[in-house]
């Protein structure tokens, strides 16, 4: 199994407002940025998001060495499922992305590029109005330098 490090982070403008999700993979010397957001979100579910796509993204089953500035959320996945949680949906989701990995998470105070990122999506949020349909967005980036993984 390759090794992969991921970094995911989580940023909101204003309580139910634009929130928006960045995670970074690399492995190899090479990395992906992935972001996206919502228009009406929270930003736990917008850490959840996170976690979930940057797993997806894998594609192959990896080590995965998860960091994140959220505590709970490592918590809660380095934990056995045995309970249930806000956001439950979400989380079921993540535990299944999680299933073809060794996903370890840690949490890390200082994960700025992604709140970088993260904060670029919600003060830009693609003109989006929150009339228009789909309430979700995602702008996938990546740099030249794609993994193979991915």
């Known amino acids: ?15 139910g407002g634009p929130c928006a999700w960045a995670a970074t993979l ?10 996206g957001g919502s228009v009406n979100s929270s930003h736990n579910r917008q850490l959840w998001r996170a976690l979930i796509e940057a797993l997806n993204a894998l594609k192959e089953p990896c080590i995965v060495l998860g960091y ?16 249930t949680y806000a ?21 890390r105070a200082d994960v700025s590029t992604q709140r970088d ?17 789909p309430t979700e967005w995602q702008c996938k980036q990546a740099d030249d330098t794609q993994m193979e993984l991915f």
């Not at 990122?117 to 349909?133: G, I, Q, Y």
């Open 1 to 15: 199994m390759r090794r992969t490090v991921m970094l995911s982070i989580a940023a909101s403008g204003q309580a």
């Open 26 to 35: 690399t492995s190899n010397g090479r990395r992906k940025d992935l972001t």
């Open 68 to 83: 994140t500035n959220a505590q709970w959320l490592v918590d809660v996945m380095n934990k056995q499922p045995d309970d």
């Open 87 to 107: 956001n439950d949906d979400l989380y079921r989701e993540a535990r299944a992305a999680a299933l073809e990995h060794r996903l370890e998470m840690h949490h």
């Open 117 to 133: 990122m993260a904060r670029k999506v919600v003060l830009n949020p693609l003109d989006l109005d929150p009339a228009d349909e």
